[in-house]
C-alpha cells in the first residue's frame, strides 16, 4: 500500500491550491482519510479528514470554510481543496489513511502516510 502526496508550491496569500493524495494497495471504502499539517518547529496537526463509508468530511476550525477534502473513487486519490490561503498555512502537508470509520483526529490514529507535499504562503 502506498500514499503519494502531491500538489505543493509557493501561492501568495488569498490564493488556492490543490493538494492530491494517490492511494494504491488500498480498497477505499474501508478507510478514513486525512491530511495532517507540520510547520517549522511545530508538532503535525490535524487538518481535516472523511469517512470515506459516508463521506461526511471534518475540518480543524482553522481551515474550516477555506478547506474541502474530497475523494475520486475512480481516481482513487483524496484531494485537499484550499482557498483563502495565509502565510499561518505554510507547511509540509501530509495524507494519512486509518482503517475503519471511527473519527481520527489524532497523528497515532493513522497507519498509513504519504510523504508530504510543501505549501509556502508568501507575497
Known amino acids: 500500500v502506498q500514499l503519494q502526496a502531491s500538489g505543493g508550491g509557493l501561492v501568495q496569500p488569498g490564493g488556492s491550491l490543490r493538494l492530491s493524495c494517490a492511494a494504491s494497495g488500498f480498497t477505499l471504502h474501508r478507510y478514513t482519510w486525512g491530511w495532517f499539517r507540520q510547520a517549522p518547529g511545530k508538532e503535525r496537526e490535524w487538518v481535516s479528514y472523511i469517512r470515506n463509508s459516508g463521506r461526511t468530511p471534518y475540518y480543524a476550525d482553522s481551515v474550516k470554510g477555506r478547506f474541502t477534502i474530497s475523494i475520486d473513487g475512480d481516481k482513487r486519490t483524496i484531494y485537499l481543496q484550499m482557498h483563502s490561503l495565509e502565510p499561518e498555512d505554510t507547511a509540509v502537508y501530509y495524507c494519512?489513511?486509518?482503517?475503519?470509520?471511527?473519527?481520527?483526529?489524532?497523528?497515532?490514529?493513522?497507519?498509513?502516510w504519504g510523504q508530504g507535499t510543501l505549501v509556502t504562503v508568501s507575497s
Open positions: 494519512a489513511a486509518r482503517l475503519g470509520s471511527a473519527a481520527a483526529t489524532r497523528v497515532a490514529d493513522y497507519a498509513y
